[in-house]
């Protein structure tokens, strides 16, 4: 079914409903009620909306207008993407813990190739279950997962048993899990595609698979070789990592903005402890520790200092925050400290850096 490629285990991870789902974590007062994140003017569009909304009709990318008038009760609440993209990372980190074959396709969904992985575990199934506990006690939030032997079988299962859910297509399982599915679940097929493919007489699988290569490349040009591979069980694009570890992170928003030096030296002890530890768990260590300040004008002020050597020492790293912390007035009550740590030895070993402070605007957007 692969060609004589050895079987891989992948994980396609999205989380559920997910900017509603942050805002109904972050706001009590909206858990449970149906929400819409987005514009609720008259050329507003709905970005995300909660479960409980959907059982009235509102969907993603739908007018505002019309999701009011399917449902009234609608609550409709601004995007924060600054907040979105913080989770975003939380839950990315999880992931790295897992195996370093990690692909974002966007903020709340990735592949992972656990076919290799750091837990030592051969069960891509417990490895997701693993995966979705975690980012639900760390993160608060819940996730779905599809696992399978290629990427595009697992995007499509992740959607299997969502919300919250998770759906293994094991390799005996691909073929007639594919002869089944309705078309309009392969992901590539869109709305138009899917029309096009009814008027072919496709509306399952089996029904695609029944198409030669030629009959599928005429009417659907380059996609038709994809379509006729795919529904086949061959699909052998890489999860594609692009990323190296370059530093190392973490970072607390407060409730309250912090004013007293108190409260803002045991945020940063609890900061730095997080990441020595996480520095200690990824076995790597690192010369360049930034403080990240936010103040509560959302201004974003960082300030490193390079030392000679490598460290992940929790001592370490809390005194140089704090001296980085002292060695200028703050502009203000501060919302957002962070402390993180690169220059990492994983990198090719470069010329030490100056002390730095760089003040930069910064908006949410
Ligand atoms: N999004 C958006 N505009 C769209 C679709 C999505 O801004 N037309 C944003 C809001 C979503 C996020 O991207 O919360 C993720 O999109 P998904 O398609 O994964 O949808 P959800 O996560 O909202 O719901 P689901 O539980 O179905 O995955
Ligand atoms: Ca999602
Ligand atoms: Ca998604």
Do not use: W
Not at 105 to 134: C, F, M, Q
């Amino acid at each position: 079914m692969q060609n004589d490629l050895p079987i891989r285990k992948i994980i396609h991870v999205d989380m559920d409903a997910f900017f509603a789902s942050v805002e109904q974590m972050d706001n009590p007062e909206l858990k449970g009620k149906p929400i819409a994140v987005g514009g609720s003017s008259k050329r507003g569009v709905v970005s995300a909306a909660s479960y409980e909304a959907r059982k009235f009709g509102v969907r993603s990318a739908m007018s505002s207008v019309l999701a009011k008038l399917n449902c009234p009760e609608l609550i409709f609440v601004r995007p924060r993407f600054s907040r979105y993209k913080e989770i975003s990372q939380k839950v990315r980190n999880i992931f790295y813990d897992y195996t370093n074959m990690v692909e974002p396709l966007s903020l709340d969904e990735a592949y992972l190739d656990v076919t290799e992985n750091k837990k030592g575990n051969p069960s891509a199934t417990l490895l997701a279950r693993d995966i979705r506990e975690r980012i639900f006690k760390e993160v608060g939030l819940t996730a779905s997962a599809g696992i399978s032997v290629n990427k595009f079988i697992a995007k499509v299962a992740s959607d299997y048993n969502k919300p919250n859910g998770q759906k293994t297509v094991n390799p005996e399982e691909v073929i007639p899990f594919l002869e089944n599915l309705d078309i309009r679940k392969f992901y590539g097929i869109g709305k138009v595609t899917a029309e096009k493919m009814y008027q072919l007489g496709v509306f399952t699988g089996k029904e695609l698979k029944s198409k030669s290569l030629e009959f599928l490349s005429k009417n659907f040009g380059k996609s038709g070789k994809y379509y006729y591979y795919v529904v086949r069980g061959i699909h052998n694009s890489e999860v594609k990592s692009h990323r190296i570890r370059k530093s190392l992170a973490a970072e607390r928003t407060f409730n309250e903005n912090l004013s007293s030096e108190i409260f803002m030296m045991e945020k940063l002890n609890l900061i730095a402890e997080e990441v020595s530890h996480r520095l200690e768990k990824s076995k790597v260590a690192g010369r360049t520790i930034t403080l990240k300040i936010k103040y509560s004008d959302f201004t974003l002020q960082t300030r490193s200092k390079t030392l000679s050597y490598f460290i992940n020492d929790k001592a370490i790293i809390l005194e140089t925050a704090k001296n980085l912390l002292y060695q200028e007035k703050l502009n203000n009550s501060v919302r957002l400290l962070g402390i993180s740590l690169s220059n990492l030895n994983t990198e090719k070993a470069k010329k030490p850096e100056q002390t730095s402070i760089s003040v930069q605007l910064k908006f949410d957007f």
